[in-house]
């Protein structure tokens, strides 16, 4: 028997966008209100049914503080698609994204992106027309989501499970390498 795959991919964005919540969401189904603030990174496993066969998805979710940002370059190596998470209701989370931007592309270039508004059950104070020209301007998939709800996660996480194969793909390299 064939060893499954690991795609490595990356949650970034802001402190309290909703990152662990979209990740926990799509491992155990399960939703938490209050949480406690990632320390640096935290990592879950899923295995993806492709059309191309089972991948395992190797998720990083990091830590969005700004006293993290030193650690957080080493965690970006042997990514292979990053999802730029924001809240839907705190506009400075979507100004953010270029900054988080950057400091993928600059560890991992020509990393493939994913632009995700999360927290859509709640009121919207973020435009989604202006997500969808930035991921756009970016040539990134515009995904929105809520943790809370479920909304759109299953989507997401097929999004970056696709994008990941085809990065490995691409690469020459075998995934997870």
């Known amino acids: 028997m064939a060893a499954i795959p690991v795609l490595k991919v990356l949650f970034v964005g802001d402190g309290n966008v909703g990152k662990t919540s979209l990740v926990r969401r799509y491992c155990t189904g399960m939703f938490t209100a209050s949480r406690v603030t990632t320390i640096g990174v935290d990592f879950q496993t899923q295995i993806v049914q492709l059309p191309q066969g089972e991948v395992k998805l190797s ?16 965690f970006y190596k042997g990514g292979r698609t990053a999802a730029m998470v924001f809240d839907a209701t705190n506009p400075e989370s979507f100004k953010g ?36 020209a930035y991921a756009d301007s970016i040539q990134a998939p515009y995904l929105e989501t809520s943790a809370a709800t479920g909304e759109g996660v299953d989507a997401l996480f097929e999004t970056i499970a696709r994008l990941a194969w ?4 691409l690469t020459g390299r075998p995934a997870g390498a």
Not at 63 to 72: N, S, Y
Not at 106 to 123: M, T
């Open 97 to 132: 994204l270029g900054r988080w931007r950057q400091e993928v592309i600059e560890v991992v270039p020509n990393q493939p992106l994913v632009v995700v508004a999360n927290k859509i059950d709640l009121p919207r104070v973020q435009a989604a027309e202006e997500a969808r």
């Open 166 to 169: 085809a990065t490995a793909a």
């Open 59 to 74: 998720i990083w979710d990091l830590a969005g503080q700004d006293r993290f940002q030193v650690m957080r370059p080493g």
